[in-house]
């Protein structure tokens, strides 16, 4: 019978073989067809083409030559899971891994002479229906769940290299994301744009919550629960969020509300709170 142990150990390896890089259902767009047409991809047939690498059941990023990619959240998931290997095992390898990858993700920083504090992006360009998102520029869950890596580590080997810019990262959720809009307030997916997406609203919560209570915050920890309450208003009945508010958001599945669920038990423990 295959263990847990021997799962993660397979899936570990084949992680490392391919350099922690792999396809993105939305990176369509990283395609080097948008090296020569680089306009291309906004607008219909940016979404068209997104759409296409997305839902098809024929993998077409090799024919179209898109490459393989490190995607920063998925590099700080992988640093989270190697953490808890460690705490497990106390193998120094897991640890080891951690840190040559925090140490990447240091230098993958959206720009700071733009956002004055840490966050980060995708590393393709994302055409959506309600937005356009160029490669790199920061939005909330990429930033969060980054931030959750680096202070973990941080706080595990005791170094303020990763503490810090996961510290920093809520001063850019509070002034770039915040939003009121028409007697609601929310934390963007996205610097600049309105759309109401909760679970991004509720990560950004929850990360400015635990910010809050490290470092005693009470505008933090006030601000995280406005936007807490928000959300958890528009959940329905049964337990569920549609996505977002747009009229093209009203669709439920089980991994957003999924996030949701996530992203409150983070705020609630934050806060020791039993609110939610």
Request: aromatic share 16%; charged share 20%; with cysteine.
């Amino acid at each position: 019978m295959i263990s847990v142990e021997d799962i993660v150990s397979s899936l570990l390896r084949d992680a490392k073989i391919n350099d922690y890089a792999g396809k993105d259902p939305f990176d369509g767009l990283n395609s080097k067809f948008f090296y020569f047409f680089p306009r291309a991809n906004t607008g219909l047939l940016g979404l068209f083409w997104t759409q296409l690498h997305k839902r098809s059941a024929i993998n077409f990023r090799t024919v179209f030559f898109v490459p393989d990619k490190r995607n920063p959240k998925g590099i700080g998931l992988f640093i989270l899971g190697l953490l808890e290997n460690y705490q497990s095992t106390n193998e120094q390898s897991y640890l080891d891994e951690a840190v040559e990858l925090a140490n990447w993700l240091l230098t993958q920083q959206s720009d700071r002479t733009l956002w004055g504090h840490s966050c980060w992006g995708y590393h393709f360009d994302w055409n959506a229906r309600a937005f356009f998102v160029p490669k790199g520029k920061p939005n909330v869950i990429t930033t969060v769940y980054v931030a959750q890596a680096l202070w973990a580590l941080g706080e595990i080997i005791n170094s303020d290299k990763y503490r810090e810019p996961a510290i920093d990262s809520a001063n850019f959720i509070v002034k770039h994301l915040y939003t009121e809009l028409d007697g609601e307030c929310f934390f963007s997916y996205i610097p600049g744009e309105t759309a109401l997406v909760y679970n991004a609203s509720l990560w950004g919560a929850a990360w400015v919550a635990k910010i809050a209570s490290i470092t005693g915050n009470s505008q933090y920890k006030k601000l995280s629960l406005a936007v807490a309450r928000q959300s958890v208003l528009a959940q329905s009945y049964d337990g569920s969020w549609v996505y977002g508010t747009r009229h093209h958001h009203q669709f439920i599945d089980s991994f957003h509300t999924g996030y949701n669920l996530e992203a409150l038990t983070l705020l609630a423990d934050s806060l020791s709170t039993d609110e939610f």
